[in-house]
Nanobody, 119 residues
Framework: VQLQASGGGLVQAGGSLRLSCAAS????????MGWFRQAPGKEREFVAR????????YYADSAKGRFTISRDNAKNAVYLQMNSLKPEDTAAYYC?????????????WGQGTQVTVSS
C-alpha cells in the first residue's frame, strides 16, 4: 500500500486544518491507521490512531480535545481534523498503516505534510 498525506499548510494560532491520508494499492480496511508528527530537531511522536473499523480511537495527550481522527474506508482514506492549533503543533505530519497496532515502528508510512502554526 502507498500512502499520500496532504492538507498541511500555514495557519494562525487558534485556526484549523484537516489532513488527509489517501491510500492506493490495497484496501485500507486491512490496516489500523495512525498519525504521527516530527518537529525540527525532535523525535517523531504519536498523535492519534484509529482501528481498521473505526471503533477504537486513541489520542496523545497533546491532541485530546483538539484533534479528531477519522476514516472513510469507502474512500480508502484517513483524516486528522486539527482545531485550536498552537505554535507547538508545528511539525511534519505523517500517516502510517499497520495490520496490527500502529506505532513508530510500523513499516508503512506516507510522506510528511508540513503544518506550520504562527503565533
Amino acid at each position: 500500500v502507498q500512502l499520500q498525506a496532504s492538507g498541511g499548510g500555514l495557519v494562525q494560532a487558534g485556526g484549523s486544518l484537516r489532513l488527509s491520508c489517501a491510500a492506493s494499492g490495497r484496501d485500507l480496511r486491512s490496516f489500523n491507521m495512525g498519525w504521527f508528527r516530527q518537529a525540527p530537531g525532535k523525535e517523531r511522536e504519536f498523535v492519534a490512531r484509529i482501528s481498521w473499523n473505526g471503533y477504537s480511537i486513541y489520542y496523545a495527550d497533546s491532541a485530546k480535545g483538539r484533534f479528531t481522527i477519522s476514516r472513510d474506508n469507502a474512500k480508502n482514506a484517513v483524516y486528522l481534523q486539527m482545531n485550536s492549533l498552537k505554535p507547538e503543533d508545528t511539525a511534519a505530519y505523517y500517516c502510517a498503516a499497520d495490520p496490527l497496532l500502529v506505532t513508530i515502528g510500523s513499516s508503512l508510512w506516507g510522506q510528511g505534510t508540513q503544518v506550520t502554526v504562527s503565533s
